[in-house]
């Protein structure tokens, strides 16, 4: 029987945590690391390069997050598996998560032999959500949540309001976006109008509530 080998590429910016993934996963002769990096931005560049069968990925990251990523890539990448390991815990994350595709979810705190089970289960076409998560999924069958204002942005305004909640000035979103700096102040003009907010502070606020970026990253 020939063995199906599965390219993963993963996306965790804790070093410790993104090493014993991929030791775990080099433990396999199923499955082939094709690429892994701390950096959400780099993260996306390495899946549309190397179109994995999986995708390890974390929420919280630097420069894109793990819900753009997530919603950028089963747009264009329908095929791809993607594992969420996060500890995350915000219902409303998690309803953005599972309406944008997510395969699994794992939280940080399970255990080696859950991230065992989660992977093969993932990999090979069947959904895991850990026991935290599907909690969170039965409260949100009986309490749905309208729509709001973050599903009226963009991608690239979503991805805007990141850059400027990690403290990033207009010339250096410009530079990480590869645009010019005119244009990154039109997209963050037009994103104040959109959500009527009016500074910096408002903006940052509002990619805390939605999970855009952490508290800490912010400090």
């Known amino acids: 029987m020939v063995k199906v080998i599965k390219k993963v590429v993963v996306i965790e910016d804790q070093t410790i945590l993104r090493d014993l993934i991929c030791r ?25 390069k190397y179109q994995p069968d999986l995708l390890i ?23 791809t598996r993607v594992l969420v390991f996060s ?16 395969d699994g979810f794992l939280e940080k705190d399970a255990g080696l032999e859950d991230m065992e089970k ?6 090979n076409g069947q959904p895991y959500f850990g026991p935290r998560i599907v909690r969170i999924m039965r409260e949100l069958m009986i309490n749905p949540k309208q729509a709001g204002d973050f599903e009226s942005l963009t991608s690239r305004e979503r991805e805007i309001i990141q850059l400027v ?6 010339k250096e979103i410009a530079g990480k976006l590869s645009i010019s ?9 037009n994103v104040m109008k959109k959500l009527s907010i009016h500074d910096v502070a408002g903006l940052t606020r509002f990619a805390i509530a939605h999970g855009l970026v952490e508290t800490d990253e912010i400090l």
Do not use: W
């Open 24 to 48: 775990l996963l080099e433990s396999y002769p199923t499955f082939q690391l094709a690429g892994r990096t701390g950096d959400g931005l780099e993260g996306y560049d390495l899946c549309l």
């Open 57 to 79: 990925l974390d929420v919280m990251l630097p420069s894109l997050n793990g819900m753009e990523i997530l919603h950028r890539l089963k747009s264009q990448k329908p095929q």
């Open 87 to 102: 500890a995350v815990k915000n219902n409303e994350v998690v309803r953005k998560l599972i309406e944008s595709g997510v």
């Open 118 to 123: 989660a992977v093969n289960c993932v990999a």
């Open 165 to 170: 909640a990690e403290s990033n000035s207009t």
């Open 181 to 189: 700096v005119r244009t990154a102040d039109t997209h963050r003009s």
